[in-house]
């Protein structure tokens, strides 16, 4: 919650990401949602917007499984998929280890779709940066349906925040533009932030006193028809993996 603070959920409406080894997703709004769906909800009786968010399962630690499948680093995989260039790329669901928001199914597991001949280390490398873009992106556009609040730029915050090299991936998959915050501890500031608002008795204030500038970009139009295309793939895959899932419970 203090990373969200550190970020301005709390002081307007706005859509964020919060990643590390897994990621915290969301939106907040100035009403508490009618029914919180299959996310978290943090009511106005504890904040000063209402915060409908969601855990995923795998974020940071994707990276660190897919970098030892394909021989890299983390540091190397991040460099090789935010260079790919290829004109496509595998779908990756990214439920290595079960997911959490907003499927909450731990028996799943994750897939590699469309592998084609033309698939290079740097493909696998982006694919599964954008899974797990994908998968926060759902996240994302299920708290704005249960808030009603839909918000034309997504802010990130942790890993996502920090590094430069996300920025591509981020806005070819939301299919939006993004607020990027280079903070080193964001929870750390909003701790801080925190303490100085019981002085001043405002969030808002204390946000306004602490606060950093995040690095803004927009989403080109082309970045903007990927990230619907294959969000569609992305969708149908795991549509396609949950129905085989819920078929294999049934069997006897």
């Known amino acids: 919650m203090c990373g ?28 508490n949602p009618a029914d919180g769906g299959g996310l978290y909800v943090i009511p106005q009786t504890c904040a000063p917007m209402s915060i409908t968010y969601g855990p995923t399962q795998m974020s940071g630690g ?11 680093t983390s540091d190397e995989l991040i460099t090789a998929g935010s260079k790919d260039s290829a004109t496509s790329t595998p779908i990756f669901l990214p439920y290595i280890n079960g ?32 899974g797990i873009s994908w998968a926060e992106r759902q996240v994302v556009n299920e708290a ?33 533009s993004i607020a990027r915050y280079e903070d080193a501890d964001t929870t750390t500031r909003g701790s801080a932030m925190l303490a100085y608002a019981i002085k001043t008795s405002s969030l808002e204030s204390a946000f306004e006193a602490l606060s950093i500038k995040p690095v803004l970009s927009d989403v080109s139009e082309e970045d903007r028809k990927y990230a619907e295309i294959n969000f569609v793939r992305y969708l149908e895959a795991q549509k396609s993996l949950l129905a085989e899932s819920d078929t294999a419970k049934e069997r006897p």
Do not use: Y
């Open 4 to 31: 969200m603070l550190a970020l301005g959920v709390m002081t307007q409406p706005t859509s964020f990401i919060i990643t590390g080894t897994s990621a915290i997703v969301g939106a907040s709004s100035r009403e």
């Open 62 to 72: 994707s990276i660190s499984w897919m970098s030892e499948v394909l021989g890299l």
């Open 99 to 130: 997911e959490r928001a907003p499927l909450w199914r731990n028996e799943i597991r994750g897939r590699l779709i469309d592998i084609d001949i033309t698939h290079s280390r740097g493909s696998f490398a982006r694919a599964a940066m954008e």
């Open 144 to 176: 704005e349906r249960l808030t009603k609040c839909i918000n034309e730029r997504v802010v990130l915050g942790g890993h996502a925040g920090n590094d430069n090299r996300w920025e591509k991936i981020r806005m070819r998959t939301l299919g939006r």
